[in-house]
């Protein structure tokens, strides 16, 4: 028997709308009928953009810190944390506060994730 990673599942107030967010972040698509209850983004094993990400309508908010979270990274870590921040996330912390290392944010529905420098 084998097992693997079929996909990461979000909760979302508005699944299209937090699958649109993330998909621009990571350069992806929304597969093709997202709507406000669900929406998934297509893993692409021919360029190694991960598993499937998937986001589902829950009726309540998030209220807590996240125990898992994404670390993206980026070889212009500046310049990928504007487009990010253009695209709705908020920063949290600053690369100064982390050793120029990483920057950590919020997606537009609260979930924590950071960008860290790939030197």
Known sequence: MTISVL???FDA????????FWAQALHRS???GATK???AI???ADSGLGVVLMFHKVPEGKTVK???HFDLKAADVLAEADRLTALGAQ????LVENN???ISFLDPEGNEFDLVASR
């Open 7 to 9: 996909a990461i599942s």
């Open 13 to 20: 107030h508005d699944a299209a709308q937090l699958a649109q």
């Open 30 to 32: 929304v597969n093709e």
């Open 37 to 39: 209850d669900f929406a």
């Open 42 to 44: 297509a893993a692409d």
């Open 66 to 68: 996240n125990r898992v």
């Open 91 to 94: 920063q949290t912390r600053s």
């Open 100 to 102: 120029n290392r990483w």
